[in-house]
């Protein structure tokens, strides 16, 4: 059985285990680069809950995170990677914001409620990371047109504020389009929410 990695490693070791466990989940191309270190260290510090690497980095550990950059930078490669850092109290699963418009156009306003104050599978982690935000589409069901996504932030927003239970996403989406697509009520919640982490926009795409 695999140690659980702990905050007083260092964090090139670290980065060596997620790498090693890289190539486990998506095969012999898959590589760290160095270039990504500045933002996998915040990853680092944020998931095993490094206080005072998060303080540097003026990351709060209440919030949390939201993952930007290009298309193909590896957002949800590290996202995944990062399920396996997390202590058991804040382990997460990584749902796709496209899956969810499908499960939308199935299941009507139910799947609303289903990611935010509904009841999860039993098994499954209340901390969700929304994968791949703005490749949803909005969906009608009998005819309503609804923006499915930005009713779930809000709802997860409740949450955060009652509970506590952390929010995190991916997107390629910039804060103003953030706001164009979901509202200004949406991105203003999100600056309470989440902890910004973004990719340099000139990064190349790794699938190329």
Request: aromatic content about 12%; glycine content about 6%.
């Amino acid at each position: 059985m695999e140690t659980e990695i702990k905050p007083h490693y260092n964090y090139q070791e670290v980065i060596l285990w997620l790498e090693k466990k890289g190539l486990e989940l998506y095969g012999n191309h898959f590589k760290i680069l160095e270039s990504d270190y500045p933002i996998i260290y915040k990853l680092i510090a944020y998931f095993l809950k490094d206080e005072a690497t998060c303080f540097q980095y003026n990351i709060n550990l209440n919030k949390g995170i939201l993952l930007s950059g290009p298309v193909g930078c590896g957002k949800t490669s590290l996202m995944n990677l990062m399920k396996h850092l997390a202590p058991i109290e804040h382990k997460f699963f990584v749902k796709p914001c496209r899956d969810i418009s499908f499960e939308f156009i199935q299941d009507g306003y139910l799947i609303i409620h289903k990611y935010s104050k509904g009841k999860l599978y039993e098994s499954e982690p209340k901390t969700i990371c929304f994968d791949d935000l703005g490749t949803e589409n909005n969906l009608k069901y009998y005819g309503n047109e609804c923006n499915v996504m930005a009713e779930i932030l809000l709802s997860r927003y409740d949450i955060f504020t009652a509970k506590k239970i952390q929010t995190h996403i991916t997107t390629n989406l910039s804060a103003s389009e953030i706001e164009n697509v979901y509202g200004n009520r949406v991105r203003s919640r999100l600056r309470e929410m989440i902890n910004l982490i973004g990719f340099d926009k000139g990064i190349n795409d790794k699938r190329v």
